[in-house]
């Protein structure tokens, strides 16, 4: 394998030197790593999809960017309420550090999905009054334009 294509296509990658290039297959991360069903990965597998839901919402609704959780919420065009805010980055730390240590399990782990549930439908609550406020200015700076 070319390691200058391996590196080109893998962000962040850098091929160790004390390998041969001809053994370092094995070292390259796939792109898509979460298709990877380890068994750590299957029990992470509820974790994974509700903090999903978070992660697009923010990015559809709020206009947030980046990779993560984190970086949308840094990112947002139309802020978050605070409270809520640092309750995220609370939830989103506790998914980084469960599926970062393989050995590390979720402390009250059915309290934590709920609390993320109850995340979701908060910031989807937001986004549908903020959208449907948006909606209602709209049609009546139409009107008033005579439209």
Same mark, same amino acid.
């Given at each position: 394998?070319?390691?200058? %294509?391996? !590196?080109?296509?893998? *962000?962040?990658?850098?091929?160790? $030197? ?6 370092? =297959? ?46 949308? %919420?840094? !990112?947002?065009?139309? *802020?978050?309420?605070?409270?809520? $805010? ?6 989103? =730390? ?46 009546? %700076? ?6």
């Amino acid at each position: 394998m070319n390691p200058s %294509l391996v !590196s080109s296509a893998t *962000p962040g990658f850098r091929p160790r $030197d004390d390998i041969h290039p001809d053994d370092r =297959a094995g070292d390259v991360i796939p792109l898509y790593q979460h298709t990877v069903k380890t068994p750590h990965m299957k029990a992470m597998q509820d974790v994974l999809d509700i903090t999903a839901v978070i992660d697009s919402v923010l990015a559809r609704d709020f206009g947030g960017k980046g990779r993560g959780i984190h970086s949308k %919420l840094d !990112s947002v065009r139309h *802020p978050v309420p605070a409270r809520l $805010d640092r309750r995220l980055r609370y939830l989103a =730390a506790v998914r980084n550090k469960a599926l970062n240590e393989p050995d590390w399990e979720i402390p009250q782990r059915e309290r934590y999905l709920a609390e993320c549930r109850a995340a979701a439908i908060r910031l989807l609550d937001i986004g549908r009054r903020r959208q449907r406020r948006a909606h209602l200015l709209h049609r009546w %700076l139409a009107r008033l334009s005579g439209g």
